[in-house]
């Protein structure tokens, strides 16, 4: 499969500290990969820079073979539930309708067909019945739900989420995750800010080890090498047990 993603010598800083160095990797197009690493490691930033949000010092980062700026509508991107403010008073339904946006004219407003297509991403995350609700009613699952749904409205090649499970139900969770391994079955490239070393194996194809620099890149079962968790996190922790699946070899 082609890359998708390519990134060569990515370096940001804030104010003056370094946040991520010399990172360089590909993702091929179809991949679920989570990104994973102590807090501070730069799981976020990563992301943020990979998208052009936040700048970065030096470095290239090509999506779909392309400079972000040029492929940004095929880019679809889910924050941090706490990057948002859910007092912002929206409905369900047209918090997923501005995931259209990016594919109208400029000063055009979504018409029925765009309504029935948020409709139709509702459903998919099984969000539909609460359509009419103000966003900020939610519990913090369906929430997630939504966003992904607004994401999925895009019609995007590429997605990036920022710790999408955090403070959601197991039914959410679920949910999310059966979504994303639909997506990436029809061709699309995923990459998720994860922190829950005991649920890669079943989530991710690939994962990608990060504490300001790449540790490690590549499937599961060699990213989650004990030796390998332990220069990104310093030492083994309660995660490393065999019961958590992180290999002891």
């Not at 800083?13 to 990172?23: D, H, K």
């Not at 403010?85 to 339904?93: E, G, N, S």
């Not at 968790?229 to 002891?248: K, T």
Request: hydrophobic fraction near 40%.
């Amino acid at each position: 499969m082609p890359n998708v993603l390519n990134v060569n010598n990515l370096n940001v800083s804030y104010l003056g500290n370094v946040a991520l160095t010399n990172i360089s990797f590909q993702v091929e197009q179809g991949s679920l990969v989570g990104i994973i690493g102590p807090n501070g490691a730069g799981k976020s930033t990563l992301i943020k820079a990979l998208m052009d949000l936040i700048p970065s010092e030096t470095g290239k980062v090509e999506i779909l073979e392309k400079p972000v700026k040029k492929v940004r509508k095929k880019i679809a991107y889910v924050p941090q539930r706490n990057d948002i403010d859910w007092d912002f008073p929206i409905l369900v339904l047209d918090a997923v309708l501005i995931g259209t946006y990016p594919h109208l004219g400029v000063f055009k407003r979504p018409k029925k067909e765009q309504r029935e297509w948020a409709y139709e991403c509702l459903k998919r995350v099984g969000m539909e019945e609460f359509s009419k609700r103000q966003i900020g009613e939610l519990s913090g699952g369906q929430q997630q739900r939504v966003f992904l749904a607004r994401a999925l409205a895009q019609k995007a090649d590429v997605f990036f989420l920022d710790e999408p499970f955090v403070g959601v139900d197991l039914s959410s969770e679920n949910t999310i995750i059966h979504i994303l391994k639909e997506m990436q079955k029809e061709g699309k490239t995923i990459l998720v800010v994860h922190h829950d070393l005991s649920k890669a194996n079943e989530y991710f194809d690939e994962l990608i080890l990060l504490n300001k620099e790449l540790i490690a890149k590549g499937e599961v079962h060699q990213v989650l090498e004990a030796q390998t968790i332990q220069r990104a996190y310093g030492n083994p922790l309660a995660f490393m047990s065999d019961n958590m699946g992180v290999n002891q070899a």
